[in-house]
């Protein structure tokens, strides 16, 4: 019998997250919490750059860029593999 409710479609049934979303999600909540708890402006030095930033910026930049480095390492592996794949047909 059809559910008559209309709310769900055949394909989320049974849908759920999966350990990497949640995984996901966790870090997301603890960068905020860690984020909101650090609010002071911070002098930075960086080979001759000096400039003040809000603490929390520096946090979320620093980050965008490990998550960007991470996901950079991830495209190259997966080539790797792909180009490995195709020299060993």
């Keep these: 019998?059809?559910?008559s409710s209309g709310d769900s479609s055949p394909g989320e049934i049974g849908?759920?997250?999966g350990g990497g979303a949640i995984a996901l999600l966790i870090g997301l909540g603890a960068?905020?919490?860690f984020m909101l708890q650090n609010t002071l402006d911070v002098n930075v030095k960086f080979l001759v750059l000096s400039f003040t930033w809000p603490l929390w910026l520096l946090i979320l930049v620093s980050a965008l860029v490990g998550a960007l480095i991470w996901f950079g390492f991830g495209?190259?592996?997966r080539h790797?593999?792909?180009q490995e794949r195709r020299d060993n047909r």
């Design 1 to 3: 019998m059809a559910d």
């Design 15 to 17: 849908r759920r997250l």
């Design 75 to 77: 495209v190259m592996r």
């Design 31 to 33: 960068l905020a919490i």
């Design 80 to 82: 790797r593999r792909r």
